[in-house]
């Protein structure tokens, strides 16, 4: 069973910096991927970056390019999402996930989360 623990989000205005943190467990994998997907209210899933955890490859959407990052403890299994320079557009449940699929950049994960909010207002 595959459980994720979130946790990092809120309200922050724009310009501000938040950073997301997920805790991941029961994830078993040969090539293991995790990541990060967010939905904003009334849009569809969009995933927002991705890490393989074995080549420490970063993948990131370009709609956040330059300014969120991924990263991974790859000893605690945690994995983070920086976001700075944030934008109203930016509001959304983020989500952690796992087992990225090749469509991963409209959200296509074989595991998500429950999500946590980010709230960026003007």
């Known amino acids: 069973l595959v459980q994720f623990q979130e946790s990092g989000g809120g309200s922050v205005q724009v310009g501000g910096s938040l950073r997301l943190s997920c805790a991941v467990s029961?994830?078993?994998?040969?090539?293991?991927?995790m990541g990060w997907a967010r939905q904003a209210p009334g849009k569809e899933h969009e995933g927002v970056a991705v890490?393989?955890?074995?080549?420490?490859?970063?993948y990131t959407a370009a709609s956040v390019k330059g300014r969120f990052t991924i990263s991974l403890d790859n000893a605690k299994n945690i994995v983070y999402l920086q976001m700075s320079n944030l934008k109203p557009e930016d509001t959304a449940m983020y989500y952690c996930?796992?087992?990225?699929?090749?469509?991963w950049g409209r959200g296509d994960f074989t595991y998500l989360g429950q999500g946590t909010q980010v709230t960026v207002s003007s």
């Open positions: 996930a796992a087992g990225c699929r090749r469509s």
């Open positions: 029961g994830y078993t994998t040969d090539n293991p991927c």
């Open positions: 890490i393989y955890a074995n080549l420490n490859r970063t």
